[in-house]
C-alpha cells in the first residue's frame, strides 16, 4: 500500500493545522485550523465575510491547492479537539470535500456554532460525532478504520486520532499532554498507545506535536494549575475592592476551577464575552455541571449591563471571569484596561491571568499592552497561574517509548521549536532523512511505495 503525508499547514508555525494521509486512494485530512495572529494584526477583519483565498494569501488557513497533487478521494475530515487552530478553517475550506466531518460531540457543537457565524460559504459535509475509543471504517477497501484514543490537552474531549493501515498505524499526536489526574474528563489513555505500538505492524508514523519540545521536564497536571489557582484566589478573600480573572475560554477544566473558588471566597461567578459563553455554554448542553443560577453573557450590551450591576452592587460581592488572556484587542480584559466598560478598575484591584502567553510574537505584543494599561489604572498582576497543554520534553521521550514508531513527523513548531524533538528523536536513533522527517507547509513526504 502506497502511503504519503500532506504536510499542508502548522509546520513552520504553530497555528493553521492541516495534514492529509493518502493510503492508496483513500484520504483522510486531520484538522482544518486558523492561524488567529494573521487575522489580528489586520484591523477590523471579518474572516465570517471573506474568501478562503484571501485568507490563504494573509497565511491564515491553511493552502489546500496541495491536495490536488496529493490525489486520492477524501473519506474523512478528523479534527483533534475543539481549539480554533484545529477547527477555524473548517467553514472557509471543507466544503470542497465530499466527506464527513468526524469529531467528538464537543468539538462538533464547536464547529456548529462557527458555521452558524459563516458568510460565504455553506457546509453540506455531514458532522459525525465519535467519542474517544470509537472507531469507524475508512473508505471502501475494507483495509482502513479510525480510531479515537483518548488524551488530555486545554480543553475536554480531546483526542489523537489512529488511522490503522495493513502496513501499520499512523498515530496524529496534536495536541496533549499526559495527565493521568485531570479534574475534569478522563485520563490520557496510555494502555491503548501502549497496545498500538505493539499490536500487528505497530507504529508505521507518528505526527508529533513539538509546541514544548524545547521545554524540559515533565508537563504538570492540571491539578497543579487548579491548586496554585486555588491558593491565589485564598489570598485574596479578604480583599474587599475588585477581582477579575481571565483564562482561555475553551479551558473548560480551568473555568470551572475559577467558578468554584469564586464562591469559596464569597463571590458570586460571571462569565463575561462571547467565547466565554459560547465554550462553557456549549459543554453544560453536554453535561458539564454548572451553577444552576451561573450568569454567562456574550453579547456587548449583555456584558455591559452585567458589569454595571456588579458597580451598583458592589464589586466585592462578584468574580468576573472575562475573555483577554492574550490581550486580544477587542476581548473584555482589554476593554476594562482601556476604560471601555463600566467596571471601574482602581488601584489595587486584582487581575488573574490563569493562561500562559502563546509563544508567538503577535501575542506577546498584545498581553504586554493589555497589561500595561491594567498597571496604569492600579491594577495588579498574578500572571501565569496555569499549567501547559502540550508535552514537554520527558512526556515525548515517554510518547516514543510508549508507540516506538518507525517513522516521525515532528509538526505544530517553527524550525526552531522543532529543535528539541530532532535532538529528542536523534538520541533514540531516528536519523533525519531516514526516518525523522522535518518538513514545512506544502510538502509531501512518502512514507511506503
Known amino acids: 500500500m502506497e502511503i504519503e503525508i500532506a504536510t499542508i499547514g502548522g509546520y513552520e508555525e504553530v497555528g493553521r493545522q492541516m495534514t492529509a494521509v493518502r493510503a492508496d486512494d483513500d484520504v483522510v ?13 489586520h484591523d477590523d477583519v471579518e474572516t465570517e465575510n471573506m474568501h478562503s483565498l484571501d485568507l490563504i494569501d494573509m497565511g491564515a488557513i491553511p493552502d489546500d491547492r496541495l491536495m490536488q497533487e496529493l490525489g486520492g478521494e477524501v473519506q474523512a475530515i478528523v479534527p483533534t479537539h475543539g481549539h480554533l487552530d484545529h477547527i477555524g478553517a473548517i467553514p472557509k475550506l471543507a466544503h470542497r470535500y465530499d466527506a464527513p466531518v468526524v469529531a ?23 458532522l459525525v460525532k465519535m467519542r474517544a475509543g470509537g472507531t469507524m471504517p475508512i473508505g471502501d477497501s475494507g483495509n482502513l478504520e479510525m480510531e479515537f484514543v483518548n ?4 480543553t475536554i474531549e480531546a483526542i489523537n486520532p489512529v488511522l490503522h493501515t495493513p502496513e501499520g498505524a499512523i498515530v496524529y499526536g496534536l495536541d496533549k499532554r499526559l495527565d493521568h489526574t485531570p479534574t475534569l474528563g478522563d485520563p490520557i489513555d496510555m494502555d491503548r498507545f501502549g497496545e498500538i505500538g505493539s499490536e500487528g505492524d505497530g507504529v508505521l508514523c507518528y505526527i508529533e506535536d513539538c509546541t514544548n519540545a524545547n521545554r524540559k521536564g515533565r508537563t504538570p497536571s492540571e491539578k497543579v494549575a ?12 479578604d480583599y474587599d475592592g475588585g477581582i477579575v480573572a481571565t483564562t482561555f475560554a475553551s479551558h473548560v477544566a480551568r473555568v470551572t476551577s475559577l467558578i468554584e473558588f469564586a464562591q469559596e471566597i464569597g463571590r458570586t461567578p460571571v462569565l463575561l464575552g462571547r467565547s466565554m459563553e ?8 453536554l453535561g458539564v455541571p454548572f451553577p444552576d443560577d451561573l450568569g454567562m453573557y456574550g453579547h456587548r450590551k449583555s456584558v455591559d449591563r452585567a458589569f454595571k450591576r456588579i458597580m451598583n452592587e458592589g464589586k466585592e460581592n462578584y468574580l468576573p471571569i472575562v475573555t483577554g488572556h492574550q490581550g486580544e484587542p477587542r476581548a473584555m480584559l482589554t476593554r476594562m484596561g482601556r476604560g471601555e466598560t463600566p467596571y471601574e478598575l482602581e488601584d489595587g484591584d486584582k487581575v488573574v491571568f490563569s493562561a ?3 509563544p508567538e510574537p503577535t501575542n506577546e505584543g498584545q498581553r504586554y499592552q493589555a497589561e500595561s494599561l491594567l498597571k496604569m489604572q492600579g491594577a495588579r498582576i498574578y500572571d501565569d ?8 520534553q520527558e512526556g515525548h521521550y515517554e510518547m516514543l517509548q510508549t508507540l516506538q514508531p518507525e517513522q516521525i513527523i515532528p509538526a505544530h513548531q517553527n524550525l526552531k521549536g522543532l529543535s528539541g524533538y530532532v535532538d529528542l528523536a536523534k538520541s533514540q536513533g531516528y536519523k533525519q532523512g531516514r526516518d525523522l522527517h522535518v518538513s514545512a507547509n506544502g510538502n509531501i513526504v512518502q512514507i511506503t511505495e
Do not use: C
Not at 459560547?278 to 448542553?285: I, L
Not at 497561574?385 to 514537554?392: A, D, F
Open 385 to 392: 497561574i496555569h499549567v501547559s497543554g502540550h508535552l514537554s
Open 151 to 154: 488524551v488530555t490537552h486545554s
Open 226 to 237: 487548579r491548586s496554585e489557582l486555588r491558593d491565589a484566589l485564598m489570598s485574596m478573600q
Open 278 to 285: 459560547k465554550y462553557s455554554g456549549t459543554a453544560e448542553r
Open 29 to 41: 485530512v486531520f484538522d482544518m485550523g486558523l492561524n488567529l495572529s494573521k487575522v489580528l494584526i
Open 356 to 358: 500562559g502567553i502563546i
Open 104 to 126: 467528538t460531540p464537543f468539538t462538533i457543537e464547536l464547529i456548529k456554532d462557527s458555521l452558524e457565524w459563516e458568510r460565504k460559504f455553506t457546509l453540506d459535509n455531514d
